[in-house]
């Protein structure tokens, strides 16, 4: 925004005599007695005017401080506002930064896992901190021989449970596919096992993995 527009979105300001004769007068008031009448009335008459420019710079710090928090949870990859929260598009998710780190946080968020507050953000796990991260980045493509064995899960329709049946699945574990009756969704037309298997490499967006 340029300066021109700046000072049209001024109001119009008091005019400079009348402003002058104010500041006189205060600088009378300031030089009477603190229990003087006319410096009792004085106060009472300013003290709005001092809450007001309070009540405006504190809300001004506030509104700083949550734009940079939410532009820094922006960047990160299970934060960002775009975010595709459906299982079977095959979107990966990605961060918005190019860094290990989405940035600083100014007002410090509580770790989802150990509970510790902290200030810089991992550019995938918003809600982790540092240390946490940095475990489930480790844990998150772990995979294991489930050759031979079968697999018993319920509630694999969507969500962790979906990403559940993939990693089992692609792990090598037998699957049989058991409609159960009176589900709270409807069955997913199709082998829902070879969906599964036709799926892209499983990804959570609600928890970290």
Do not use: W
């Not at 006319?38 to 008459?45: E, K, M, P, S």
């Not at 929260?85 to 946080?105: F, K, M, N, Q, V």
């Not at 968020?109 to 475990?135: E, G, I, N, S, W």
């Not at 998150?140 to 079968?150: E, F, K, W």
């Amino acid at each position: 925004m340029s300066s021109d527009n700046t000072a049209q979105d001024q109001p119009a300001g008091i005019d400079p005599e009348r402003l002058a004769i104010m500041l006189d007068v205060l600088a009378e008031i300031n030089r009477l007695p603190g229990d003087h009448p006319d410096v009792i009335a004085a106060q009472r008459a300013t003290a709005s005017l001092f809450k007001s420019v309070k009540q405006q710079r504190r809300t001004a710090r506030r509104e700083s401080v949550l734009a940079n928090d939410r532009a820094v949870i922006a960047a990160t990859a299970t934060g960002a506002p775009g975010r595709i929260d459906d299982e079977t598009a095959g979107i990966p998710l990605i961060s918005g930064t190019d860094g290990p780190t989405a940035g600083t946080l100014i007002r410090p968020m509580a770790c989802y896992t150990c509970k510790q507050r902290f200030h810089m953000v991992d550019a995938f796990y918003h809600q982790l901190c540092p240390r946490c991260a940095t475990d489930h980045h480790a844990r998150r493509d772990a995979r294991a021989d489930l050759s031979g064995r079968r697999a018993l899960l319920t509630g694999g329709r969507a969500k962790i449970g979906m990403y559940i049946a993939l990693r089992l699945l692609r792990d090598g574990a037998h699957h049989d596919h058991h409609p159960v009756p009176q589900r709270r969704r409807p069955p997913v037309p199709g082998d829902a096992g070879q969906r599964r298997l036709d799926a892209p490499a499983p990804d959570r967006r609600h928890r970290p993995a």
